[in-house]
């Protein structure tokens, strides 16, 4: 408890560092040298003596550019509307531009310029799951079994694009595309329109923003178009809607149908992301593009660190999509199991963490004293491991609990000589995980066991490896070592065991999830939700292997991938679902019937598990907890919010007018001071924050609850207790009358005695049909 304490006492002070980081970009010693700019705009300062907003861009741009130029620079003409990259006109007002650093700074006292922000590089954050989620299309008894109403739902993917050969997006038995829909589908090197049918209706690329910082694309080595070499895209759409797929298998791994959440909805791709990285500029004119389009569901698994709500432009972006009634999903990070990990946690995005399946993919450690340890693996390959034999096992490390450069695998950190012919163990960390195997395999090395340290834990992820190996957790890695380093001899020998159904306990929340909490407003509560993200079949790319080392020339229809980016769209999947079924919901409506639902126990009846330590996890790893798609269906009630609500929001983050423009845009947003605190939002998680001063003991925040279920229905309120406050809650009832109707209640928080870390419980309103479930995190703030 007392490293517990240690470790909350220095999260309280980085509090004050944390509200107020802006995202961090390359600094450059000469103020003369450009890179893309982000430049929000008010779109009602238009001058009258402009006809449209291009040109007013292009004319403020000429009037702050440098007319200095060097002698390289002497027969380049200074135009501003070639500086201008993008400009954005739905999702968010404004343009993208090459600016200097003065220029962007003089930029920023133009009438109407609301915020001035340096480019951003987002990254990526890198079948059984329909199934463990309880979704069952082909049964025509199940609430979800598929029905003409899905069809009408485009969900936007922006990512690396799309592979439209795989079988995932086959159009069979889609009606035409729906008439909201205003997308296209955009020509390139390896994509013709005719690579786009009722699946998948739209396909974009956006790359201005990466080449005015990185250089023209080598069109060579990349497809300047919407085609994925990636696979990354083509996995996370898949994963989204998905087409059915019979034996769908990654070398005879998790064989079965692949399908995805919402197989009946389309699906649209924006590519945004090329081999050096996504860059802002690019990601906000796919999302104004989509929003222009007409996507009903945005799902983006790719983050770039935390800042402050106006200076984050992918937040801005995602403020518009909602006001135009498109539900964003994003993912919640891999920074896990380090706290305060998170990206994405503006409350109008619905931040997605990651958990395991009951699916597993195990394999054995023999050790020549006849120990068997486990672990996890996708090795299937040319290369085999007798098991009647053992081989000689290495470990180049000097102790069993500390890595070094050689114990890491690292590219030429292996001596050939001390490893040719040997199983090698290396260490977790660095590198990619399949890159050590490569290091292993080019150093005459025969096996390798990836052993975990303290960072990932017990955490095992499964990799499709180009030799014999396969990875096992923290205590199982540190028997291994210390076997090897204390035997003169050491032997081991691998076994791969397949696929294994029924794993208990699970879920369980992945360590690679970034965690909680929100530093950036603690009242408000992510992540948001957890879904699958650990060992993901879908759809792949046929431009990459399965590991995808440029040295892999296997070639497969589906991968399996772990990481946040797999866990978003399986929401992302959801959420088109519950728009089909409930096209007059909100996203704040989508949102709320995703959260109350949640479960936080696991198949044995168990709280939900961290895989970091084994301890039950909190709802700063889980969220509300986990997706329960079949009771979001029917939550009985929702907490709904509108434009308004979440602008009322940011009034209370202390931002200045003109940062709050970036929010409002033209329309008639303005603070009506609705709300008494950040934590009176009505979001479905309850977040109360007794700052540091002892004489404020008692906090209230309210709620509003709106019936989605029954006309005539009574909900009565349940509070878990916990030790540091009392809770109360009035009414204690709730008595509903009609649909769509809204009641609303609050609930007091009186403190005891304050606690050292926050404590954690829930509040439940039950009909005895319907649990509308909201977490309670109650946090005592120290001085600092």
């Not at 029905?147 to 993917?157: F, I, N, P, Q, R």
Request: glycine share 8%.
């Amino acid at each position: 408890m007392t490293g517990n304490l240690v470790k909350w006492l220095m999260l309280l002070c980085l509090t004050c560092y944390l509200t107020t980081t802006t995202t961090i970009s390359v600094s450059t010693p000469n103020s003369s040298m450009k890179k893309t700019y982000i430049v929000h705009m008010d779109k009602a300062e238009l001058p009258e003596t402009f006809t449209d907003h291009h040109q007013w861009y292009s004319t403020m741009v000429n009037s702050v550019a440098d007319k200095l130029k060097t002698q390289d620079e002497a027969t380049e003409e200074e135009d501003g509307e070639e500086r201008i990259i993008y400009t954005y006109q739905t999702a968010l007002h404004g343009f993208a531009a090459t600016l200097s650093e003065v220029e962007a700074k003089k930029l920023e006292g133009k009438n109407g310029v609301v915020a001035v922000l340096p480019e951003t590089v987002y990254q990526l954050h890198t079948t059984r799951s329909p199934e463990f989620l309880g979704l069952h299309p082909e049964d025509s008894t199940s609430v979800w079994s598929e029905s003409l109403s899905d069809h009408d739902v485009v969900v936007g993917v922006l990512d690396t694009g799309i592979w439209p050969e795989s079988q995932s997006f086959n159009d069979t038995g889609l009606t035409p595309v729906p008439s909201h829909w205003k997308g296209i589908c955009e020509t390139g090197r390896g994509f013709t329109k005719l690579n786009c049918n009722r699946k998948i209706v739209g396909a974009r690329v956006f790359y201005r923003g990466y080449e005015a910082a990185t250089g023209k694309i080598n069109e060579q080595d990349e497809y300047k178009s919407p085609r994925d070499q990636d696979g990354h895209g083509t996995h996370t759409a898949a994963t989204v809607a998905g087409f059915p797929v019979r034996g769908a298998n990654l070398l005879g791994y998790a064989s079965g149908t692949a399908r995805g959440m919402a197989p009946g909805a389309r699906v649209a791709a924006y590519k945004v992301c090329w081999a050096g990285g996504c860059f802002s500029s690019d990601i906000l004119s796919a999302v104004d593009q989509a929003v222009a389009d007409g996507v009903n569901v945005l799902s983006i698994s790719l983050g770039g660190g935390i800042s402050s709500y106006y200076r984050d432009s992918l937040s801005i972006a995602a403020f518009g999509a909602m006001e135009s009634g498109v539900f964003v999903s994003c993912s919640a990070g891999n920074g896990g199991p380090d706290p305060v990990s998170l990206t994405n946690v503006s409350p109008w995005i619905t931040t997605v963490g990651a958990s395991t399946m009951d699916r597993d993919f195990p394999a054995t450690v023999k050790l020549g004293n006849r120990q068997i340890l486990s672990g996890v693996s996708l090795y299937r390959g040319r290369m085999n491991l007798s098991l009647r034999k053992q081989y000689p096992l290495v470990y180049m490390g000097s102790n069993s609990s500390s890595p070094d450069p050689s114990s890491l695998c690292l590219e030429g950190t292996l001596n050939p000589k001390a490893v040719a012919g040997k199983i090698v163990i290396c260490d977790r960390g660095i590198s990619p995980r399949v890159q050590k195997g490569q290091v292993v395999k080019d150093a005459g090395g025969i096996g390798m066991i990836l052993a975990n340290t303290a960072s990932s834990g017990e955490e095992l992820v499964a990799d499709c490896h180009l030799l014999p190996a396969l990875s096992v957790g923290e205590i199982a890695g540190k028997a291994i070592k210390s076997y090897a380093l204390r035997n003169s001899k050491p032997t081991a020998t691998l076994a791969f065991l397949g696929t294994k159904l029924g794993v208990r306990p699970s879920p369980i929340v992945a360590s690679f999830s970034s965690r909680g909490p929100n530093f950036l407003t603690l009242e408000i509560l992510k992540p948001d939700v957890i879904a699958p993200g650990v060992n993901i079949l879908a759809a792949w790319t046929g431009k990459a292997g399965p590991s995808g080392l440029p040295t892999d020339h296997r070639r497969v229809n589906f991968n399996i991938l772990s990481g946040t980016s797999m866990s978003c769209p399986h929401v992302s999947g959801v959420a088109a679902l519950l728009k089909a079924r409930h096209p007059e919901w909100s996203p704040a409506a989508i949102k709320s019937a995703l959260m109350t639902t949640a479960y936080v126990h696991d198949n044995t009846h168990n709280p939900l598990r961290d895989n970091s330590d084994a301890a039950p996890s909190t709802p700063f790893d889980h969220g509300a907890g986990h997706i329960n798609p079949s009771r979001a269906l029917d939550p009985g009630l929702v907490y709904d919010l509108g434009p308004q609500d979440y602008f009322e929001f940011l009034c209370t983050q202390m931002l200045t007018p003109p940062q709050l423009k970036a929010f409002s845009k033209s329309s008639n947003h303005s603070c009506r001071h609705a709300l008494a605190n950040p934590g009176d939002l009505n979001y479905p998680a309850l977040s109360v924050v007794f700052p540091e001063h002892p004489s404020l003991s008692v906090l209230t925040l309210h709620r509003t609850v709106t019936n989605v279920g029954p006309p005539t229905s009574k909900y009565v309120s349940r509070v878990s207790p916990l030790k540091g406050v009392t809770v109360t809650v009035q009414p204690r009832t709730l008595q509903f009358t009609s649909k769509i109707q809204k009641l609303s209640y609050k609930i007091t928080f009186t403190t005891k005695s304050r606690q050292p870390l926050p404590e954690f419980g829930g509040l439940v309103w039950s009909d005895g049909v319907h649990k509308v479930r909201s977490p309670i995190v109650v946090t005592w703030l120290v001085p600092i």
